[in-house]
């Protein structure tokens, strides 16, 4: 797979006999742009696991490809990346119809990367992730190259077999539509302070210390694919919510250790029992308080994610 123009790929004028740059030069250009094809990757799909897959698809590619032909290798290999993600994202959308309970990004481990690969951390919180979710994949792309990776609109034209109007039109759509379903987020700060609170109130049952932290249209989603005792519906509402949560304190947190990890750009409580990483719970939150509570227990989604002992 190869992009259309002169910045990726030579018109074969001069350009070097097929094999001539050795396989030591291929992996040190791979290694350089890879943290970059992660970070478009898993934007676009959500799943470190999906994403990890395909950059590994991007380095067979890359592996076969004639690479003396390849004037711009970093071109290419967005390229080749941003077009792959847009033809797994279609296929995911199936699968994930099939899903049992809500569906939820799966976490990442910012804490040494908080920008996982790009410029800025745009597009990597799991409410930007889950807005997402509703833009089409050529959308999404669009969005994902611009807002996080600065790419200008003429390269994502190029990128998306498109035209640079064309390109603007999807990028603003998809602001448009982010813009509108979103309150403004607070601070990395403040997200940690309610959701250390929230964990406090959680555990003890405490109903009105929950009601005064939750918004009034606030949702929990509980990801966990059918697992038992996992809420199959999201929870709506600030009163609904913070029943419920009263209403499971008497045995959900029954031998939990709570520890604290970075996870797409935010704090996350990771739950642990017998030792083992049973959960991680996140909170997104606006200047009226907490907008979503999202609990990850499926253990498929959660494994690359540890706290010291």
């Given at each position: 797979m190869i992009g259309r123009g002169r910045a990726v790929v030579d018109s074969g004028a001069g350009r070097k006999?097929?094999?001539a740059d050795d396989l030591e030069e291929a992996v040190a250009v791979f290694t350089g742009i890879r943290p970059r094809l992660f970070g478009i990757a898993y934007r676009m799909l959500s799943s470190a696991s999906e994403a990890e897959d395909l950059v590994q698809e991007v380095w067979l590619r890359w592996q076969a490809t004639d690479r003396g032909?390849?004037?711009?290798p970093a071109a290419f290999l967005a390229t080749t990346t941003t077009r792959l993600a847009i033809n797994t994202l279609q296929s995911a959308r199936v699968r994930r119809e099939t899903y049992v309970g809500p569906w939820l990004p799966e976490p990442v481990d910012t804490g040494a990367d908080p920008y996982l690969g790009a410029e800025r951390g745009e597009a990597l919180e799991f409410a930007a992730l889950l807005?997402?979710?509703?833009l089409t994949p050529n959308e999404r792309a669009a969005y994902v190259l611009r807002e996080a990776f600065d790419y200008p609109y003429a390269q994502i034209a190029d990128i998306l077999r498109s035209t640079e109007p064309a390109v603007r039109q999807l990028v603003s759509r998809a602001r448009r539509h982010?813009?509108?379903?979103r309150r403004t987020p607070v601070s990395a700060a403040a997200q940690r302070e309610l959701l250390?609170?929230?964990i406090v109130a959680a555990r003890s049952g405490d109903l009105t210390a929950l009601e005064r932290l939750l918004t009034a249209d606030v949702a929990s989603l509980s990801d966990g694919n059918g697992a038992y005792?996992?809420?199959?519906?999201?929870v709506v509402g600030g009163t609904r919510v913070a029943r419920f949560l009263t209403a499971i304190s008497s045995w959900f947190w029954d031998g939990v250790d709570v520890g604290w990890a970075d996870t797409n750009g935010q704090t996350s409580a990771v739950l642990r029992r017998d030792g083992k990483v049973y959960g991680l719970i996140t909170v997104s939150a606006s200047a009226e308080g907490i907008e979503q509570v999202l609990w990850m227990v499926n253990p498929d989604k959660i494994g690359a994610i540890s706290v010291p002992a």
């Open positions: 006999p097929v094999g032909a390849v004037v711009n807005l997402m979710e509703k982010m813009a509108g379903e250390t609170t929230f005792r996992v809420a199959r519906q999201p």
